[in-house]
């Protein structure tokens, strides 16, 4: 028999902790828990029940939807538009902020997510995850939640978390007070504590890239790796290896795991297409890094803090450094002596 602590048992403790917590949270927090199961159910039958391939349709960002891409983003806000935690609801897969339906209440939280992450790899039976940011409605904010109040810096996400379905799923998530990891029990259909306080060694000898764009980075990047490429006969004087799974979500699990260094960084390409990055600031940047600095790692454009942005649309990019914390000093002092 399994003894060991549910996602739910966990969250109940932690809110033990706060002093009038209302259980708001930890509802919320169950219906993000439900939607992920769901999803993760639609992904594991792929082609027996008929989800994978392309949807007829285009996001905001003008790529074409999986199929599972709109079946994740449906059984998401169906999950959680209904049980009153939420004020209103934001997805990369939605042009502007959802609405809940008249029938149900507001809540004080913003939910903001992306359903399916790396939905490209559904194809090839790749991992792919959902993840999720959770921000307070700010005071004093009344009538139906606008744009401008999901706007905030990721310094004030409450939560931020995400689900992994790869050979098992997996829910990693952070309140401000560590990292946790949860694995799913099919046997009784929970989350199950299994990563408690999840660390990043703050050294590695693993970076993850996607180097068909190396003649488009900019120096900094270009020596960072270079560096690493030259191995035990270059400065770094030890041999790396790489890794690119193509969904950020099992990128960042990986040095989440065992240390690494993730980078999306803006390049000429993306510029020309003034793009000032490829992963949106909202919900693919701001949760992974909340994830990562609560686990030990760091998080930063080049030269910014990501959750110090300041972010001025729901679906903003940004450049990526994340993970193992000497690594990511390193390639920041690239940028700062390049400036
Ligand atoms: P998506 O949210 O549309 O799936 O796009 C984000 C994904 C990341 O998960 C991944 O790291 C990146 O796009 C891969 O991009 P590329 O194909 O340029 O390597
Ligand atoms: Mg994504």
Same mark, same amino acid.
């Given at each position: 028999?399994?003894?060991?602590?549910?996602?739910?048992?966990?969250?109940?403790?932690?809110?033990? @902790?706060?002093?009038?917590?209302?259980?708001?949270?930890? $509802?919320?927090?169950?219906?993000?828990?439900?939607?992920?199961?769901?999803?993760?159910?639609?992904?594991?039958?792929?082609?027996?029940?008929?989800?994978?391939?392309?949807?007829?349709?285009?996001?905001?960002?003008?790529?074409?939807?999986?199929?599972?891409?709109?079946?994740?983003?449906?059984?998401? #806000?169906?999950?959680?538009?209904?049980?009153?935690?939420?004020?209103?609801?934001?997805?990369? *897969?939605?042009?502007?902020?959802?609405?809940?339906?008249?029938?149900?209440?507001?809540?004080?939280?913003?939910?903001?997510?992306?359903?399916?992450?790396?939905?490209?790899?559904?194809?090839?039976?790749?991992?792919?995850?959902? #993840?999720?940011? #959770?921000?307070r409605r700010p005071?004093?904010?009344?009538? *139906?939640?606008?744009?401008?109040?999901?706007?905030?810096?990721?310094?004030? @996400?409450?939560?931020a978390g995400y689900?992994?379905?790869?050979?098992?799923?997996?829910?990693?998530?952070?309140?401000?007070?560590?990292?946790?990891?949860?694995?799913?029990?099919?046997?009784?259909?929970e989350f199950i504590?299994?990563?408690?306080?999840?660390?990043?060694? @703050?050294?590695?000898?693993?970076?993850?890239?996607?180097?068909?764009?190396?003649?488009?980075?900019?120096?900094?990047?270009?020596?960072?790796?270079? *560096?690493?490429?030259?191995?035990?006969?270059?400065?770094?004087?030890?041999?790396?290896?790489?890794?690119?799974?193509?969904?950020?979500?099992?990128?960042?699990?990986?040095?989440?795991?065992?240390? $690494?260094?993730?980078?999306?960084?803006?390049?000429?390409?993306?510029?020309?297409?003034?793009?000032?990055?490829?992963?949106?600031?909202?919900?693919?940047?701001?949760?992974?890094?909340?994830?990562?600095?609560?686990?030990?790692?760091?998080?930063?454009?080049?030269?910014?803090?990501?959750?110090?942005?300041?972010?001025?649309?729901?679906?903003?990019?940004?450049?990526?450094?994340?993970?193992?914390?000497?690594?990511?000093?390193?390639? #920041?002092?690239?940028?700062?002596?390049? @400036?």
């Amino acid at each position: 028999m399994h003894t060991g602590i549910t996602i739910t048992e966990f969250l109940i403790e932690e809110q033990r @902790q706060i002093k009038k917590a209302s259980g708001d949270f930890t $509802g919320l927090i169950n219906d993000v828990v439900i939607a992920c199961k769901a999803i993760a159910s639609a992904v594991r039958y792929g082609s027996l029940v008929g989800v994978l391939g392309t949807a007829d349709t285009e996001n905001i960002q003008g790529e074409t939807q999986k199929k599972l891409d709109v079946i994740s983003n449906n059984l998401f #806000i169906r999950r959680n538009e209904w049980g009153g935690h939420v004020a209103a609801l934001a997805s990369e *897969e939605m042009n502007d902020v959802y609405h809940l339906p008249v029938q149900y209440p507001r809540g004080k939280y913003l939910l903001i997510f992306d359903p399916l992450d790396g939905s490209s790899n559904t194809d090839v039976n790749g991992a792919v995850g959902t #993840i999720f940011s #959770i921000l307070r409605r700010p005071e004093g904010a009344t009538g *139906e939640a606008t744009e401008d109040d999901f706007l905030q810096p990721g310094t004030r @996400q409450v939560c931020a978390g995400y689900a992994l379905y790869g050979p098992s799923t997996m829910m990693v998530l952070t309140t401000g007070h560590g990292t946790n990891g949860f694995t799913l029990d099919q046997r009784i259909g929970e989350f199950i504590l299994t990563h408690p306080n999840m660390l990043i060694p @703050q050294d590695t000898q693993e970076f993850s890239i996607n180097a068909s764009y190396m003649r488009f980075w900019d120096p900094p990047v270009r020596r960072y790796i270079d *560096e690493c490429l030259e191995g035990k006969e270059g400065p770094r004087r030890k041999d790396f290896n790489m890794r690119w799974a193509g969904a950020m979500i099992a990128d960042v699990h990986r040095v989440l795991c065992r240390g $690494g260094v993730f980078l999306y960084p803006i390049d000429r390409k993306l510029r020309s297409k003034n793009q000032e990055g490829k992963l949106r600031l909202m919900y693919e940047a701001n949760p992974m890094s909340f994830i990562v600095e609560q686990a030990g790692g760091l998080s930063s454009t080049g030269t910014q803090r990501i959750m110090e942005l300041q972010p001025t649309g729901l679906h903003q990019r940004c450049p990526v450094i994340m993970g193992s914390k000497n690594e990511v000093e390193r390639v #920041i002092s690239y940028h700062l002596e390049a @400036q």
